[in-house]
């Protein structure tokens, strides 16, 4: 089996875990939310950081949609770059989301594993702190956002420029 061919199933594979785990996340975010407040708080503080963690974790689905389209489209699903990208972003993810989910971070710590998530490495350094939900902006930025770029990039240069999608 080749390396590109071996790509295809990892970065699906990533993908999927990646997805499942952020709509556990949307499913399960009480605790999160929780743990993003004073011991303390009031039912508006508790709406307004689920609020911030419900937008976030919309924003990443709605990025999950773009790189699932170029992928299943064929736009993307054998472009090397693309899949070594995606999957390492993705696997990194799923990995810093699962302790996101299991610890019960706070949900500014989101933002960071979207951020970093391809450096997962680091966040061992942060497994036992209790982050705010603002993190999830800053991973989200790095782990969905870049791969879907990308996809928007290989979008305009298959069906714009008329490039091969390899």
């Known amino acids: 089996m080749s390396a590109v061919s071996s790509l295809v199933p990892a970065r699906f594979l990533t993908i999927t875990a990646h997805l ?14 929780k743990a993003s407040l004073p011991l303390d708080f009031t039912q508006e503080e508790y709406e307004t950081e689920d609020r911030k963690l419900v937008v976030a974790l919309a924003v990443t689905l ?14 993307s699903m054998f472009n090397c770059s693309q899949g070594i990208l995606s999957t390492g972003v993705h696997a990194s993810a799923s990995v810093a989301l699962l302790f996101f989910l299991f610890e019960q971070w706070e949900c500014v710590i989101y933002w960071w594993i979207l951020a970093i998530c391809s450096a997962s490495v680091s966040l061992s350094f942060f497994v036992f702190e209790k982050w705010e939900c603002w993190t999830y902006w800053v ?19 298959v069906f714009g420029l008329k490039k091969k999608p390899l």
């Open 20 to 33: 499942v785990i952020v709509i556990t996340i949307f499913w399960s975010r009480e605790n999160n939310v």
């Open 62 to 75: 709605g990025l999950f949609a773009i790189e699932l389209a170029g992928f299943f489209s064929g736009v």
């Open 139 to 157: 991973i989200f930025s790095t782990c969905s956002v870049l791969p879907a770029f990308v996809e928007v990039l290989l979008f305009i240069a």
